[in-house]
């Protein structure tokens, strides 16, 4: 019981980043139909410049209060990692807009590969480590065999800013012109376009915000973690594609929700059966989905029209 | 008067494109400031500590918009110029065309029959190993595992980005079945084919029924996990330490070593590594001809058709009556089969095989080639792998460039980095590879033959025209 709520714990933690990760799959194959490849290495981009933002802050300024510091560190990692994304949709995407079917894949494995080297040989192919942060835990249950299930203040905070931010980007896509225009180019692009929505902006605008949160989701990894590596980008990226078409591509709450089943089964997978086989589990159910429920748990069923 | 009509407008354009460069710029800088500006490293205490790169960061934002500015002021209004400009329709260019397409291939493969001896007279015995293994041999490995996949990806449409699976079946079914069994190459090489094959349809039946970008996933998928269980099953394929003394393919039962029995021996040669080099070269040559060969054939016969004819439409096709399940398990067999039998080569050729060799880079390695080649067409992918692997190659060969940027700049670490560059830039470029035009598969006699030339003009944009020649 108490290894199952402690997993319980990491899971969720997990999941949390996968979500962060999965809507920006989702976001973007609601509105283009494509799958962003290189999403996953925008998510280890960003955790490279929160690396980087952490390490000025703290080095070379000397800033004493950690929280203030990763706030900044935060917003930074979002607001580069936009700018990134931004630059990768303007140049590699939007020129193949309307092109053949696989053509935006294949420009997005190839942005895949491109990002990867570029950290590879920008910051050398070392895994990078950071100091640990917040490692005081909150002991929930104590068993009489000395296994404590407990919660870390870093697992937390993980918690609280995905949280926090699901919220306020749930209010961005429900509530707001911006998201009116989104959900308008989701479902017809040509129509949207007659009625005034400007397309180019608005799907800019989706890679910026599936980046903002990537980023998030790069943060809290680098923080919870302590590491990251040139190499973070695939698995993770996969994962979390994994958790979108798990929870329904196209739908928010989906995504979400697949995040947090895939980190569940992951580290109950873990804990229970055997660390080496954890991916081939996350690969299979990916499979599994698929083959028997192509439009996932929250997603409406896909109609082919002739 | 000419000049003095465009004398402001070109200060217009001068002042925009400075501004675009600016902004440019200021973009480049914000996006390569944590990245390049700092460097990571771990100093003695084994803490992460920053170093500085300010001269390569205002380098590297100063190209960008330097660049910026070249193209929005000489580029874009010659790009708009052209764009302008009626079409030429079928002119002289098209029959030059034409007629290098007639030559080319016969050109082609004329010099790759002669290449090993060509290496061999111009760089001596000592340079043309190099020559002829990592660049023939590498290269015509990719073209083979490119027209292999260009059957799933360019014939039938179905992209699978787990290729290397069927890759890695062929090699470890040689490998294992080698070293436990003592069985010849020549026997192993239809059977690793055929495992891969069954293996294609084991792997194929289930993800059939889906389309598009759920099908690459997928297959993306298996193409991991077989790499998985290839790290984790170590009892039989030793994790990541690999497979190592795997016989090396022989003479048709003639070695090739230093012994008395030995290839060289018996001809009465000197021993030297390269007369294996060389045999090695004419295998792969062999096997990729007997693919490209099967292909054309292939495209012929009505199960070609029927692939195509699923790419181009899938709902048509079944509503014509092809079954398209088995259409497309053959050829994802097929496609599979000349992976496992290009993977026994490869695990022959180096005698040493580990799971490193089948990660998804190399999957999106050959997908690139097939699409960047132009889908569906033979001369295309070979020219792709040709540029894309022959390229990554000459990477390995540029040491004069130490000499321009120092002492420790390593080539070699730029390649993959170029790679996935030149992926994107060609795809932004021409969307439907080098060579766009498909050959017709079927043409009616008297359909006029100069408005289906091969290799007729560009059409960068959606479908080239099929020709309308399926008749009765």
């Known amino acids: ?306 | 008067m000419v000049q003095e009509a465009s004398r402001p407008a070109s200060r217009v354009d001068l002042v925009r494109a400075l501004r675009e460069a600016a902004i440019t710029a200021l973009i480049a800088f914000g996006m390569f400031l944590p990245l390049i500006g700092f460097n990571t490293v771990q100093n003695i205490h084994n803490e992460l500590v920053l170093e500085t790169r300010w001269p390569l960061l205002a380098a590297l934002v100063g190209i960008i918009a330097v660049g910026r500015f070249l193209y929005a002021l000489l580029m874009a209004p010659w790009l708009a110029r052209r764009a302008m400009r009626p079409r030429k329709q079928h002119g002289e260019g098209a029959v030059w065309r034409a007629r290098l397409g007639r030559w080319l291939i016969p050109f082609t493969l004329g010099f790759a029959v002669v290449y090993p001896p060509l290496a061999l007279s111009v760089v001596g015995f000592q340079g043309a190993v190099k020559w002829i293994d990592n660049f023939g041999v590498q290269i015509l490995i990719y073209v083979m595992l490119g027209w292999g996949l260009n059957i799933v990806v360019g014939l039938a449409g179905l992209l699978d980005l787990g290729y290397v699976a069927f890759y890695a079946v062929g090699a470890y079914s040689y490998a294992l079945l080698a070293k436990t069994f003592g069985l010849s190459f020549w026997l192993l090489l239809p059977l690793a084919g055929c495992l891969a094959a069954f293996w294609g349809i084991l792997l194929g039946f289930p993800v059939l029924r889906l389309r598009g970008d759920y099908l690459a996933i997928v297959t993306l998928a298996f193409g991991e996990i077989i790499r998985l269980v290839l790290i984790n099953w170590v009892p039989v394929t030793n994790g990541y330490a690999g497979i190592s003394s795997i016989p090396r393919p022989t003479f048709f039962g003639i070695p090739f070593n230093a012994s008395d029995e030995g290839f060289a021996a018996r001809l009465g040669l000197e021993f030297s590594p390269i007369y294996r080099t060389i045999f090695l070269y004419y295998l792969i040559l062999a096997l990729a001809l007997v693919t490209a060969a099967v292909t054309l054939r292939l495209r012929r016969l009505p199960i070609g058709r029927a692939w195509e004819a699923l790419r181009e439409d899938e709902i048509a096709c079944r509503s014509l009556g092809i079954n398209t399940t088995n259409t497309k398990l053959t050829a994802f067999a097929m496609g599979a089969m000349f992976a496992g039998f290009a993977g026994s080569f490869f695990a022959a050729r180096q005698g040493f095989i580990s799971p490193e060799s089948f990660t998804f880079m190399e999957s999106a390695v050959i997908v690139a080639i097939v699409v960047l080649g132009g889908m569906g067409s033979l001369l295309g992918v070979a020219i792709a792998a040709v540029i894309m692997i022959g390229g990554t190659e000459i990477m390995r060969e540029l040491d004069f460039l130490k000499v321009v940027f120092g002492n420790e700049f390593d080539p070699t670490q730029y390649r993959m980095l170029l790679f996935g560059f030149a992926m994107v830039l060609i795809m932004v470029w021409k969307p439907r590879g080098l060579i766009a035009t498909r050959e017709p598969s079927a043409l009616l006699s008297d359909y006029p033959v100069a408005a289906t030339a091969p290799l007729g003009p560009r059409s960068d944009v959606a479908e080239p025209p099929l020709v309308r020649g399926h008749g009765p």
């Open chain 1, 1 to 306: 019981m108490e290894v199952f709520t402690q997993q319980l714990i990491n899971g969720i933690t997990l999941g949390s980043i996968y979500g962060l990760i999965a809507i920006g799959y989702t976001m973007v194959f609601g509105i283009i139909g494509m799958v962003n490849f290189a999403h996953g290495d925008v998510f280890m981009v960003s955790a490279f410049i929160a690396l980087v933002t952490l390490l000025v802050l703290t080095t070379w300024f000397g800033m004493g209060s950690v929280v203030l510091a990763l706030l900044i560190v935060l917003i930074v990692a979002m607001l580069l990692t936009s700018l990134v994304n931004w630059t990768i949709e303007r140049v590699a995407y939007r020129p193949l807009r309307g092109s053949f079917r696989l053509a935006p894949l294949i420009s997005a494995i190839g942005m895949s590969i491109f990002l990867s080297n570029f950290v590879q040989v920008a910051q050398g192919p070392r895994v990078k480590s950071i100091p640990p942060l917040f490692n005081d835990v909150i002991v929930l249950m104590s068993s009489s065999d000395g296994y404590d299930v407990s919660v870390s203040y870093k697992q937390l905070m993980v918690w609280a800013v995905t949280a926090a931010l699901l919220v306020a980007f749930w209010f961005v896509v429900t509530k707001t012109a911006l998201g009116r225009a989104q959900r308008a180019c989701e479902q017809d692009q040509k129509m949207a376009a007659l009625l005034g929505i400007d397309v180019d902006r608005t799907v800019s605008i989706t890679f910026v915000i599936a980046a903002a949160l990537a980023a998030v989701a790069g943060t809290m990894y680098l923080v919870y973690y302590g590491v990251i590596s040139f190499a973070d980008g695939f698995v993770p990226g996969v994962k979390a594609f994994t958790a979108a078409v798990l929870g329904g591509i196209g739908s928010l709450p989906g995504a979400v929700l697949g995040g947090l089943l895939i980190g569940l089964i992951e580290t109950m997978w873990s804990a229970y059966f055997s660390t080496d086989y954890k991916d081939v589990a996350a690969f299979s159910i990916l499979a599994i989905t698929m083959i028997f429920l192509p439009q996932g748990i929250l997603g409406r069923p896909d109609v082919e029209k002739v």
